[in-house]
Nanobody, 126 residues
Framework: QVQLVESGGGLVQAGGSLRLSCAAS????????RAWFRQAPGKEREFVAG???????KYADSAKGRFTISRDNNKNTVYLQMNSLKPEDTAVYYC????????????????????WGQGTQVTVSS
């Protein structure tokens, strides 16, 4: 069974950077659309960034210009580079995988995704 395992979260000061990784363990047969979501206490889970099968990307307005999503298909791993972090970026970050979908679309809805990681905490202090 395929599992998504996130890593790279932690505590960082405002203005700092973190790089999150999401590795798919277990048997995988193809690459797939992936995304990062986040959920702060008392808030809904929200889309942060997504990447299509052909590496098109899409970002939430809050992430544009600061975050970069990328993938290494050889390692079946997706990354989220986060720069210029702000206290409002504090949340649990989840990676997600969609089973199927077309080659070029980036999916930004929570219910577009079929598999989720366990989440990694990102805390940005002011």
């Amino acid at each position: 069974q395929v599992q998504l395992v996130e890593s790279g979260g932690g505590l960082v000061q405002a203005g700092g950077s973190l790089r999150l990784s999401c590795a798919a363990s277990g048997r995988t047969f193809r690459t797939s659309p992936r995304a990062w979501f986040r959920q702060a206490p008392g808030k809904e889970r929200e889309f942060v960034a997504g990447i299509s099968l052909n590496d098109n990307t899409k970002y939430a307005d809050s992430a544009k210009g600061r975050f970069t999503i990328s993938r290494d298909n050889n390692k079946n791993t997706v990354y989220l580079q986060m720069n210029s972090l702000k206290p409002e970026d504090t949340a649990v970050y989840y990676c997600a995988e969609r089973l199927g979908g077309n080659w070029r679309d980036v999916y930004d809805g929570r219910y577009d995704y079929d598999r989720w990681g366990q989440g990694t905490q990102v805390t940005v202090s002011s």
